[in-house]
């Protein structure tokens, strides 16, 4: 028997001793309009995990932990789609990781995706009985009640961080020298790289392929520690709680339909940005519907025309436009200041998707977006 839902009525640690106390085997999907996730459960243990969040993919998660480089992750990649074998394979056999580290950190990140669902505090979710993805996948066995203690305590952890990090557009500032602690863990030290008392947490989250979580954890050990101090964002203010609730509830008033009509709207005054936000948003209402399913995937070929049309192809090299000295004054995106700093006159548009943190039709649209405000030219 199977069980549909939403976290606002269940939440996830009840969800998650459903279906170890019944011994479940089948796949957990959830989905919360920005990112779907997918748990594979057999005999009421986590099997194995999969989601759309880039970031969670395997050779993101390894270049954020310091396992690989991004030159070693866009030569795997390559590698990967002439020879169709799992990326893990190609970086055991590169000499990238070996067998050991690849099985562990699998585990690692399964576990971390979960302990992220935590904090969600809504998304639509169903069990389906019995369904297991038929590809070739690496099985682990991660036991659910561990899983779910320490989901609970990173949720009360989040909460203590929030109070010192209490937004994504926060800055760290250094009070001493963050990289002469030898105990400091790859991760760490690859996020305190880049802390250079100007970036946000948002923008080190995107040039170290991390989570948020990731990044306000090592930042907050680093203030209690006396190493760090936070500051007040830069410039602009994040959404509030109330504006997400808001929004939250104003979509859920016009409902999928009405997601879906508002889209096109925004299509056809070429909104592109605003289109694919009510789409998603409409496939997070309706995540099992056909025609919203439909309505997404016709609304993304749309946008990659529209990009396309602009010039903005994979086979472009794009070339930088502005003059070092002029970057830092710029009012752009952390998403449009990793691919700024991702062009050498040689990679071409595809080479750097790859290696974005993004979804490829996000990191096209911010490609699209730097060619319009004439910050880059493309040949």
């Known amino acids: 028997m199977g069980i549909t839902g939403n ?31 997918k748990i594979y459960f057999k005999a009421g243990r986590i099997f194995s995990s999969a989601s759309t969040d880039p970031r969670e993919h395997l050779g993101h998660f390894l270049v954020s932990h310091g396992y690989i480089t991004e030159e070693e992750l866009s030569k795997a990649i390559s590698m990967q789609e002439q020879s169709g074998m799992l990326l893990g394979k190609i970086l055991t056999t590169i000499g990238a990781l070996s067998e050991d580290d690849l099985h ?33 996948m690496v099985p682990m066995n991660l036991d659910l009640t561990s899983i779910v203690l320490e989901g609970v305590q990173r949720v009360d952890e989040w909460s203590r961080i929030r109070e010192i990090i209490p937004s994504p557009l926060a800055v760290p ?27 946000t947490v948002e923008e080190i989250q995107v040039e170290t392929h991390s989570s948020e979580f990731l990044v306000s954890k090592v930042l907050f050990d680093e203030v209690r520690k006396g190493r760090v101090k936070i500051v007040r964002p830069r410039w602009g203010t994040p959404p509030d709680a109330e504006g997400k609730k808001e929004a939250s509830a104003q979509a859920e008033a016009i409902g999928a339909a009405g997601l879906v009509q508002k889209a096109k709207q925004h299509l056809k005054k070429a909104e592109l940005e605003q289109a694919l936000r009510h789409l998603r948003a409409a496939r997070s209402l309706e995540p099992d519907s056909k025609p919203v399913q439909q ?39 952390p998403q449009a200041g990793f691919i700024l700093s991702r062009l050498n006159g040689t990679y071409d548009v595809r080479s750097i998707v790859k290696i974005s943190p993004m979804p490829q039709i996000d990191a096209l649209l911010v490609v699209y977006r730097l060619l319009e405000a004439g910050h880059i030219s493309l040949k």
């Open 295 to 333: 309505a997404l995937a016709k609304g993304e070929e749309i946008v990659g025309k529209q990009i396309e049309k602009a010039g903005v192809t994979l086979e472009s090299i794009p070339k930088l436009e502005r003059s070092m000295e002029e970057l830092p004054k710029l009012q752009i995106s």
């Open 7 to 37: 976290l606002k009525t269940m939440e996830l640690s009840e969800l998650l001793q459903w279906v170890s106390q019944g011994t479940k085997t089948g796949t957990l999907v959830i989905d919360n309009g920005r990112v779907k996730k």
């Open 104 to 136: 562990r950190l699998l585990r690692l990140k399964a576990e971390e995706s979960v302990y992220d669902l935590f904090s969600w505090g809504e998304g639509e979710f169903r069990f389906v009985d019995e369904e297991l993805p038929e590809g070739t």
């Open 173 to 199: 500032v250094t009070i001493t020298d963050l990289l002469a602690d030898p105990s400091l863990s790859p991760a760490a030290r690859k996020v305190l790289e880049q802390v250079n008392d100007d970036r």
